[in-house]
């Protein structure tokens, strides 16, 4: 049964700074890993879709990796805003099943 | 391309009644919808994936006679919660397959509707 773990679950950061959030699956089988945001009581907005042939994908000051081998992805946000603040989530699909990640509740402080 | 939406966008209703929240894919076919829910400070659970012209298949745990599921046509998905109660409260989230695009596996979602039952 596949399991999505993510961490840290919540982080507060100066504007600014460079940023890393992490997410590791159990079952290495996925076709694809995809990073959302989610603003409070809003729906989800795509990021970042992560094919399982691609190592990483790019857009604007996200990149994300995946690295299927050791079930792990990262979503790198260079240069931090405060407009950045909200929980991230990480969804791993393997067909049509998709199980999602608990989020990391991201604060950029201005 | 590729937008979904959900009607209604939020509502209350009494504890009993039934509710129900359509998914629409607006500028393509969606051959498979799923229905999430999600509770505060939650990630979100899938509760059922449906097929258009076939019934839905419910995840585990999912009462399949409280949360009535309809695929009537490539574009359009509904969810019926049926005699509500409190704890039926909660963010639901639809998704859909872009049929001509199944092979990316790709899912496009609502933007959601949240659920009160008082």
């Known amino acids: 049964k596949q399991e999505v773990t993510q961490i840290p679950a919540a982080l507060s950061v100066p504007e600014g700074e460079n940023l890393v959030l992490n997410c590791s699956f159990t079952d290495s089988a996925i076709y694809n890993l995809q990073w959302f945001r989610q603003d409070p009581g809003k729906g989800l907005t795509s990021l970042l879709l992560i094919q399982s042939s691609q190592r990483e994908q790019t857009s604007g000051r996200l990149n994300a990796s995946l690295d299927k081998s050791s079930g792990r992805s990262t979503l790198y946000i260079a240069a931090s805003q405060p407009g950045d603040s909200a929980t991230y989530l990480c969804?791993?699909?393997?067909?049509?099943?998709?199980?999602f990640g608990a989020g990391t509740r991201l604060f950029v402080k201005a | 391309g590729a937008v979904v939406s959900q009607h209604p966008s939020r509502v209350i209703c009494k504890s009993g009644t039934s509710v129900k929240i359509e998914c629409r894919s607006l500028d393509f076919q969606a051959t498979t919808m799923f229905w999430y829910r999600q509770f505060p400070k939650q990630s979100l659970m899938l509760m059922a994936t449906s097929n258009e012209g076939s019934k839905a298949t419910y995840e585990q745990g999912v009462e399949k006679d409280k949360f009535l599921i309809n695929h009537a046509s490539l574009t359009l998905s509904t969810l019926t919660v049926t005699s509500a109660h409190p704890e039926d409260s909660s963010f639901y989230i639809c998704?859909?397959?872009?049929?001509?695009?199944?092979?990316?596996?790709?899912?496009?979602f609502g933007p959601g509707t949240r659920l009160t039952v008082t």
């Open positions: 998704s859909a397959v872009d049929g001509g695009k199944a092979a990316s596996y790709e899912q496009y």
């Open positions: 969804a791993v699909i393997g067909g049509f099943k998709t199980i």
